[in-house]
Each structure stands twice: as structure tokens, then as C-alpha cells.
């Protein structure tokens, strides 16, 4: 497995995709834009926006961050009041422009783009029934077979053409559809990926998090609800079941890493949840030390939660660089340290002579945190005790996570004393699974811990696999 530095500086589990959609906004590529920046932390390989005016699609996209794929002046160049907007972080497909959301989709119902958060298990072999009937796909990733679903003259002859399409695709898939003159928004039967509904400037609004409606000024409504599809146009807001009769299965990892705190996800708010998971950690795996401090930003909050449950006072023993620049992928060991060195820097006055308590969100491969403690020896820390807020990862996620085999993750194959010693702390201490369930509240049900359990709510395709729909050149 890669150790990723994203332009963000984040790195651990890779992120998924973020996706806007606007109908009835003045402008609404302007805003479509502006709200990619509220979800910039959940990918950062491309972005993309295109919008409608009632007559024609115009888009804009580009790899790399939103600012690097998109000129600030260029959305004011995609007129009309119908809008999708993506950014994404490929879990199957590779980066690669082809593979740039949204997809625009030319077919005999007309222009329709296409913006995908999750996973399909089951897209390979869906994609291999169209490939033998002489179909060909334009990109890698699972989303494009949204498209030939849709256009499939067995699907069109059905009374819900949509409805039907959505029946046929298992896993992972909160979308943002748009045709030159609706906008449609559609979440899975089990709920995995969030999706949100709300208001503005006397249209609507849809986006992965309530982070974007908070820049755009919009009004929250409700979630788009498991099973759902929504259809916005001049007829106004229309709902309808394709699914019913499904457990929730939502991502608990939204909550422990992906999500923005300010963000409310599947009706909790994220920091809310995250000082709780921090309070249940100190519970569970207690540690004793002079100061606690958290490895920015997603473990901010964790930390926040342990030093209040533990009495141990809160410091800043890490200082994040906000400014690296593109993408970094470490090729090697040495360049993952040196990555680690660029991103994050010990404050040598905080950690100096001192026993730290140093709360995560979490270890995949373990690579990432062994440099970030070594640097904390350097800068004198007497002890370190690792706090993890999410429990060990041993099993892949295949509805929208980037670690896909369980040869990626270090928990996978060693125990957390073994782990400690190759990470080099003092001690290691992980949530437990009822302590994350209880910070999610209750007994945590609708949840997916797949990654966790290795109970899969929806069983994986054999094969599936982020370079699963990935065909070798032929010349």
C-alpha cells in the first residue's frame, strides 16, 4: 500500500468523493463550484462542474485540486440554473482524465451527467454482460455503468427506467444526476454514503455534506433517505422508493474520519460524535501523561474528548504545514519519513522530556505513524502512548474506502503489542467496537464496521478491486 499526502495534508485512509447538485440557482455553476471547496477533503485527484441552461450542457474539469482543475473564472462561463459538481478520490478506476466526474453521457434520451460517491460490488460483472453485448466504455471507473444501465432499451422499457437501474447495482452509491433541464439525487437501499437536501435563493440543493450548504448559505431540509430517489425540476420536488425493507448500513467512518467536523452526518453532528469517541477512549485505554495532543486535524476532536475524560491537559505537539503542494505518493520508505516531515513538525517545547499521549483516527498500514513517533523521539518525548479513536482495522472496504486488500493493513496480521513495537511507543491503545457504537449513538445499529468485523452488509464481487475495470491498451 501507498502512503498518500494529499494537497490537504491528510493521509490514512484515502478518501472517497464529494458531490453537488443545484436546481433553480442564478449562476448555479458559481455555486456548484464553491461548494466542491467545502468538500475539497474528500478527494483531491480531480474536480469537476457542469451546468445547464435548459438547452445545452457546458463543462469544466481537470485533475488535480479544484483550484489547480478549474480557473475561478471559468465556472462564471457555464451559464444556466442546473448544476453537479465533483471532486474525487479514485477507489476504482485510476486517476487518469477519462475518469474525471461528472460523466457526460450522450444517449437517446438525451445529455445526462453523472457525479458517483461509493463503490458498485458488483460492477464487474455488470460491465462484462454489456462489454459481451458489444458495449464500450469510455472510462475505468464503476460510475459509467450508471450510463449504460440507463441506456439499455431493456431498463427503458420499464415503468421506472431510473428505478430499475438503481435495482440492478449493488454496494456503495450516493449520486448526483442532471439532465439538461432536472436534477435527480439517488442513495443506495443501505444508506452507506451520506447525501443531504436543502434550499437556496428559492431553489434546491444537494451536496455529500451540510459543510457545503453552511459556504453557500443554504437551509439544511433532510437526508436523502436509503432507497430514495429525488427528482427536482419545474414541476418542483417529487420523491420515490425504488428499495424498501433494508438495514442501514452507514459508514461509521464518515463520523471517525472522513467528514468535516462541522458537518452533520447522518443526523449527528461530526464533532459532537468525535469528542465522544475521544471521551470512550480514555474509558477504555487509559494512559498515563503529562499532555495530550492530537495528530491533525481529523483526531482535533478525539483528542479534545480524552483530555476531558482523562484530566490530562490538552497541547499542541503537532504543528500541520497547510501548504504542500500536489499530490505526494511515496515510492518509497524513505520518502514516505520525509513526506511525514513535510506535513507534520514536532513542537519540540510541548513534547520535550515529556510522557505524551498522542491521540489518532486511526492505522492502515502503519507506515505513517512509525515516522510521525520517530519524530516526536527526535524532539525529546520521554514517553509515547498512542491513542487510536476507531478500533483496528483488519478488514478491506470495498463500498468506497481506498484499502481494498488486507495485505494493506497492518492490523490485518499482527497484534496492537506487535504493532507498538514496530510503530515504536511505549504503548497502543484502540477504541473498542462498543465504545464506537456507543459514540454514534445507542447501540451504534445502522452502521457499517465491516472494516472492523469483516461483516459485509452486501458481499463483495470476486475480483473487485480498484484496477478490477481497468482494460489493458491494445496498441
Same mark, same amino acid.
Given at each position: 500500500?501507498?502512503?498518500?499526502?494529499?494537497?490537504?495534508?491528510?493521509?490514512?485512509?484515502?478518501?472517497?468523493?464529494?458531490?453537488?447538485?443545484?436546481?433553480?440557482?442564478?449562476?448555479?455553476?458559481?455555486?456548484?463550484?464553491?461548494?466542491?471547496?467545502?468538500?475539497?477533503?474528500?478527494?483531491?485527484?480531480?474536480?469537476?462542474?457542469?451546468?445547464?441552461?435548459?438547452?445545452?450542457?457546458?463543462?469544466?474539469?481537470?485533475?488535480?485540486?479544484?483550484?489547480?482543475?478549474?480557473?475561478?473564472?471559468?465556472?462564471?462561463?457555464?451559464?444556466?440554473?442546473?448544476?453537479?459538481?465533483?471532486?474525487?478520490?479514485?477507489?476504482?478506476?485510476?486517476?487518469?482524465?477519462?475518469?474525471?466526474?461528472?460523466?457526460?453521457?450522450?444517449?437517446?434520451?438525451?445529455?445526462?451527467?453523472?457525479?458517483?460517491?461509493?463503490?458498485?460490488?458488483?460492477?464487474?460483472?455488470?460491465?462484462?454482460?454489456?462489454?459481451?453485448?458489444?458495449?464500450?466504455?469510455?472510462?475505468?471507473?464503476?460510475?459509467?455503468?450508471?450510463?449504460? !444501465?440507463?441506456?439499455?432499451?431493456?431498463?427503458?422499457?420499464?415503468?421506472?427506467?431510473?428505478?430499475?437501474?438503481?435495482?440492478?447495482?449493488?454496494?456503495?452509491?450516493?449520486?448526483?444526476?442532471?439532465?439538461?433541464?432536472?436534477?435527480?439525487?439517488?442513495?443506495?437501499?443501505?444508506?452507506?454514503?451520506?447525501?443531504?437536501?436543502?434550499?437556496?435563493?428559492?431553489?434546491?440543493?444537494?451536496?455529500?455534506?451540510?459543510?457545503?450548504?453552511?459556504?453557500?448559505?443554504?437551509?439544511?431540509?433532510?437526508?436523502?433517505?436509503?432507497?430514495?430517489?429525488?427528482?427536482?425540476?419545474?414541476?418542483?420536488?417529487?420523491?420515490?422508493?425504488?428499495?424498501?425493507?433494508?438495514?442501514?448500513?452507514?459508514?461509521?467512518?464518515?463520523?471517525?474520519?472522513?467528514?468535516?467536523?462541522?458537518?452533520?452526518?447522518?443526523?449527528?453532528?461530526?464533532?459532537?460524535?468525535?469528542?465522544?469517541?475521544?471521551?470512550?477512549?480514555?474509558?477504555?485505554?487509559?494512559?498515563?501523561?503529562?499532555?495530550?495532543?492530537?495528530?491533525?486535524? /481529523?483526531?482535533?476532536?478525539?483528542?479534545?474528548?480524552?483530555?476531558?475524560?482523562?484530566?490530562?491537559?490538552?497541547?499542541?505537539?503537532?504543528?500541520?504545514?497547510?501548504?504542500?503542494?500536489?499530490?505526494?505518493?511515496?515510492?518509497?520508505?524513505?520518502?514516505?519519513?520525509?513526506?511525514?516531515?513535510?506535513? !507534520?513538525?514536532?513542537?519540540?517545547?510541548?513534547?520535550?522530556?515529556?510522557?505524551?499521549?498522542?491521540?489518532?483516527?486511526?492505522?492502515?498500514?502503519?507506515?505513517? /505513524?512509525?515516522?510521525?513517533?520517530?519524530?516526536?523521539?527526535?524532539?525529546?518525548?520521554?514517553?509515547?502512548?498512542?491513542?487510536?479513536?476507531?478500533?483496528?482495522?483488519?478488514?478491506?472496504?470495498?463500498?468506497?474506502?481506498?484499502?481494498?486488500?488486507?495485505?494493506?493493513?497492518?492490523?490485518?496480521?499482527? /497484534?496492537?503489542?506487535?504493532?507498538?513495537?514496530?510503530?515504536?511507543?511505549?504503548?497502543?491503545?484502540?477504541?473498542?467496537?462498543?465504545?464506537?457504537?456507543?459514540?454514534?449513538?445507542?447501540?451504534?445499529?445502522?452502521?457499517?464496521?465491516?472494516?472492523?468485523?469483516?461483516?459485509?452488509?452486501? =458481499? =463483495?464481487?470476486?475480483?473487485?478491486?480498484?484496477?478490477?475495470?481497468?482494460?489493458?491498451?491494445?496498441?
Amino acid at each position: 500500500m501507498r502512503t498518500t499526502m494529499t494537497q490537504t495534508g491528510r493521509t490514512g485512509p484515502r478518501e472517497e468523493c464529494g458531490v453537488v447538485g443545484l436546481y433553480g440557482v442564478p449562476a448555479a455553476a458559481r455555486s456548484a463550484y464553491l461548494g466542491l471547496y467545502a468538500l475539497q477533503h474528500r478527494g483531491q485527484e480531480s474536480a469537476g462542474v457542469v451546468a445547464s441552461d435548459g438547452r445545452e450542457i457546458r463543462s469544466a474539469k481537470g485533475l488535480g485540486l479544484l483550484s489547480e482543475a478549474i480557473r475561478p473564472e471559468t465556472p462564471g462561463r457555464l451559464p444556466g440554473h442546473v448544476a453537479v459538481g465533483h471532486v474525487r478520490y479514485s477507489t476504482t478506476g485510476d486517476l487518469r482524465v477519462q475518469n474525471i466526474q461528472p460523466l457526460v453521457i450522450e444517449y437517446c434520451d438525451g445529455l445526462m451527467a453523472i457525479a458517483h460517491n461509493g463503490n458498485l460490488t458488483n460492477a464487474r460483472s455488470l460491465r462484462g454482460q454489456y462489454e459481451a453485448r458489444g458495449s464500450i466504455f469510455q472510462t475505468s471507473t464503476d460510475s459509467e455503468v450508471f450510463a449504460h !444501465l440507463l441506456a439499455d432499451p431493456a431498463q427503458r422499457g420499464c415503468e421506472d427506467p431510473m428505478a430499475a437501474a438503481c435495482r440492478r447495482v449493488h454496494g456503495a452509491y450516493s449520486l448526483v444526476m442532471m439532465t439538461v433541464d432536472a436534477l435527480v439525487a439517488v442513495r443506495d437501499p443501505f444508506g452507506f454514503r451520506p447525501l443531504s437536501l436543502g434550499t437556496l435563493d428559492g431553489g434546491h440543493v444537494v451536496a455529500s455534506e451540510t459543510c457545503a450548504f453552511d459556504l453557500l448559505g443554504a437551509k439544511f431540509v433532510r437526508d436523502v433517505e436509503p432507497g430514495e430517489i429525488v427528482t427536482i425540476d419545474g414541476a418542483g420536488v417529487r420523491s420515490r422508493r425504488f428499495a424498501e425493507g433494508h438495514c442501514r448500513a452507514q459508514c461509521v467512518f464518515e463520523h471517525i474520519y472522513f467528514a468535516r467536523p462541522d458537518s452533520t452526518v447522518f443526523g449527528r453532528n461530526v464533532h459532537a460524535v468525535r469528542v465522544r469517541l475521544g471521551e470512550n477512549l480514555a474509558e477504555s485505554a487509559p494512559a498515563d501523561g503529562d499532555v495530550v495532543f492530537a495528530v491533525p486535524d /481529523s483526531g482535533n476532536s478525539a483528542a479534545f474528548g480524552y483530555s476531558q475524560r482523562s484530566g490530562i491537559p490538552l497541547g499542541v505537539g503537532f504543528v500541520r504545514n497547510h501548504y504542500v503542494g500536489r499530490t505526494f505518493i511515496a515510492p518509497s520508505t524513505a520518502a514516505r519519513v520525509n513526506g511525514v516531515k513535510i506535513k !507534520l513538525n514536532a513542537v519540540r517545547e510541548v513534547v520535550r522530556g515529556r510522557r505524551v499521549v498522542v491521540v489518532d483516527d486511526s492505522i492502515v498500514r502503519g507506515t505513517t /505513524s512509525k515516522a510521525r513517533m520517530a519524530s516526536l523521539r527526535e524532539a525529546g518525548a520521554r514517553e509515547i502512548h498512542l491513542r487510536i479513536s476507531a478500533p483496528p482495522i483488519r478488514f478491506p472496504c470495498h463500498y468506497g474506502i481506498d484499502f481494498q486488500s488486507a495485505d494493506e493493513l497492518i492490523a490485518a496480521s499482527r /497484534s496492537p503489542e506487535e504493532i507498538a513495537e514496530f510503530i515504536g511507543v511505549d504503548s497502543l491503545g484502540y477504541q473498542t467496537i462498543d465504545g464506537m457504537m456507543a459514540a454514534v449513538g445507542g447501540d451504534g445499529a445502522g452502521y457499517c464496521r465491516a472494516c472492523f468485523t469483516g461483516e459485509y452488509p452486501v =458481499p =463483495p464481487e470476486q475480483g473487485m478491486g480498484k484496477h478490477a475495470l481497468q482494460r489493458q491498451r491494445a496498441f
